[in-house]
């Protein structure tokens, strides 16, 4: 039933009720509420290797402390439950300028709860059963505090991310994309849409609100921050400022949405947006072969590492957009910074087909608040994807599952256009951006055009890949998790590591990066222009798309699974800092199985330029069979 509003501190799912507060802490009130997709078909079902149905609940994580809801039984559990974690800033500081800079995460885990039969050997008593429960690691994702803090609430749907590959379990969907995309590439770019929708309906969701209870004050915002920066002619300036009134009047009906023409350069001065926008060359790949489709260099961009702005920049709290030469050097950025780059990359990728454009998008997502899309867009298959392009995740737009909730600008290169439908749901919008009633212009014939130069390079110095740190890092990496796998289960007995398990991981590791990466069918000089363009598009699926590779696993992995049952599933990250990896393995509480278990553990490292790394971890248990 749902929460009692006087004890939860919810009136309802999503609805702020009573709530207590202490002088020395805060508490995190969440209230939560899963869902697979809906779309009145067949929905997709995970079981264990047991036929049976999971036993889903979602743990809550941060600074140390955890909360579950109860396991609901189903493909769809509905919790409708509150939970409370208690919050304390460091040194107890509540100012402003301290909350913000707070860069812990609240982790949102799904596990299965099973039931297993401990071995009666174990105890003096073999005539009796013992049982005890157990957690499988299902999927998760995260929220960072400061969103929280500075959003007040945070509300919607959250997709979780899940292992490409879950040993132990298998997933029924609405039919295996990896096997239908090639099939219907032969009859066009309808093959693709429909590969992309298959994705996001296949996916698992969460549904939630979070907010701090009770409420803390926020720094306030910079209000007409570039409306007095130098930088910018006068007249450009003027007119901007002009513009933006003008269609801020054209969107009254719509909450908040995020309108700006000039970001704040490094330097302070205000620049025209559309001169961060234009092709640039991106970097090599493994092995020294190009990034030379769209997977590649969605995940390339994705492996940058994310840091906003108040953190990269001490003084002052304003939205610094640096160059992408800049975001390269400094190695981390924001929103802005990654969906600028990877449109850049697809400038280039596209810069002989006249039909394929690249944009940013600005607007409002969940649950970071403002934000920055890419957008590829393809004129003749009237094909339009939405990239995260910090993350990695595309979307179509008519994706009714897109994070992005508002979309209020798109600019390219030559213009801007402002949004002015009734709604900003890139599902329920035109895309026309040619239609005037739709889309308001920044250039036009009252205001012509002016050619105004790039602040980016189109070609960019990049430094060598540094395969020896990544090969120092794969082990220093093995051997940070398990002498802390150790460390989590001193109390548990002895940990052992498989090793010829482990190596059998490190072999399936580099085949999920390649698929990371893409692939194109046969050479592309053998295909005609149309086909190569289609290619170019494909290639979108290989990264988007979660399919279920388990088969591959599981042959190689036969001889193991003969003799014992096997749970586990493979991490990727970023490297950022070995605490964070480490942080991503615990949150898994793989480690925290009472049984007798042996674990394996493989780890691959890929260099790319500029000391960026793709990070992947496998880690599974080995439970002997009886």
């Not at 979307?395 to 390219?412: Q, W």
């Not at 222009?529 to 992995?557: I, K, M, N, T």
């Not at 003799?563 to 586990?568: D, S, T, V």
Request: proline letters at 5%; aromatic letters at 10%.
């Amino acid at each position: 039933g749902r929460p009692d509003p006087a004890r939860s501190g919810f009136g309802g799912l999503g609805q702020p009720g009573a709530g207590q507060a202490g002088n020395a802490a805060n508490r995190f009130g969440f209230a939560a509420e899963s869902s697979n997709v809906d779309d009145g078909e067949d929905e997709p079902e995970l079981l264990n290797t047991g036929a049976e149905s999971v036993m889903s609940f979602c743990q809550v994580r941060f600074q140390g402390a955890s909360r579950r809801t109860s396991a609901q039984e189903g493909r769809s559990p509905t919790w409708s439950e509150s939970i409370f974690l208690p919050f304390i800033p460091p040194r107890k500081d509540f100012s402003p300028s301290n909350l913000r800079s707070i860069s812990e995460k609240v982790y949102f885990n799904l596990f299965d709860e099973v039931i297993v039969e401990t071995n009666p050997d174990d105890y003096r008593t073999e005539d009796q059963t013992f049982q005890r429960r157990e957690r499988r690691y299902l999927g998760s994702f995260s929220i960072p505090f400061s969103t929280i803090y500075l959003n007040g609430r945070v509300e919607g749907m959250f997709r979780v991310n899940t292992p490409e590959v879950n040993l132990g379990y298998v997933t029924r969907s609405r039919g295996d994309s990896s096997q239908r995309s090639f099939a219907e590439a032969e009859s066009g770019l309808d093959g693709l849409a429909g590969d992309l929708q298959n994705e996001s309906a296949n996916g698992t969701y969460v549904y939630l609100m979070a907010t701090l209870d009770p409420m803390l004050a926020t720094p306030r915002p910079d209000e007409d921050e570039n409306s007095s920066a130098a930088g910018e002619s006068s007249k450009l300036m003027r007119y901007g400022n002009q513009w933006l009134k003008q269609v801020k009047g054209k969107m009254r009906h719509r909450a908040q949405p995020n309108l700006k023409v000039f970001g704040t350069a490094i330097n302070g001065d205000a620049t025209f947006i559309p001169r961060y926008l234009g092709p640039q060359v991106p970097p090599v790949g493994q092995n020294g072969t190009e990034l030379s489709n769209v997977a590649s260099l969605v995940h390339f961009v994705s492996l940058l590492p994310f840091l906003e702005d108040w953190q990269a920049f001490i003084e002052g709290g304003n939205d610094v957009w640096c160059t992408s030469h800049k975001f390269l050097e400094v190695s981390a950025g924001d929103w802005e910074e990654h969906a600028i780059l990877l449109s850049n990359y697809l400038s280039w990728l596209f810069r002989e087909r006249s039909s394929v454009e690249s944009y940013i998008v600005l607007g409002r997502g969940v649950p970071e608040g403002e934000t920055v899309y890419t957008l590829l867009a393809d004129s003749n298959a009237a094909l339009r994807i939405l990239f995260n392009a910090s993350s990695g995740r595309g979307y179509l737009t008519s994706d009714k599952h897109c994070p992005l909730i508002e979309a209020s600008l798109v600019i390219g290169e030559r213009n801007i256009w402002a949004n002015v439908q009734e709604s900003g749901k890139p599902s329920l919008m035109r895309w026309n951006l040619d239609n005037a009633k739709d889309w308001v212009p920044f250039w036009s014939d009252r205001m012509p055009r002016v050619d105004l130069p790039s602040v980016q390079n189109e070609i960019m110095a990049y430094d060598r890949q540094d395969r020896k740190l990544a090969s120092y890092l794969e082990g220093e990496i093995s051997d940070q998790i398990q002498r802390s796998m150790r460390r989590w289960r001193a109390k548990r007995g002895p940990t052992r590591f498989n090793k010829v398990v482990g190596r059998k991981f490190n072999k399936l590791l580099k085949l999920l990066e390649e698929r990371r990466l893409g692939s194109r069918l046969g050479d592309s000089a053998q295909h005609s222009f149309a086909d190569e363009h289609f290619e170019e598009l494909r290639d979108v699926l290989s990264r988007l798309a979660q399919h279920s590779f388990a088969d591959e696993h599981f042959e190689e992995l036969r001889d193991v699974l003969s003799h014992n049952q096997l749970f586990g599933f493979p991490i990727h990250m970023l490297f950022t800092e070995m605490d964070a990896i480490l942080k991503e393995v615990r949150n898994t509480d793989i480690h925290s199985t009472a049984l007798d278990v042996t674990f394996a553990l493989g780890v691959r490292v890929e260099a790319y330029t500029s000391k960026i790394f793709s990070v992947w971890i496998y880690i599974a248990m080995l439970i002997p069979r009886r």
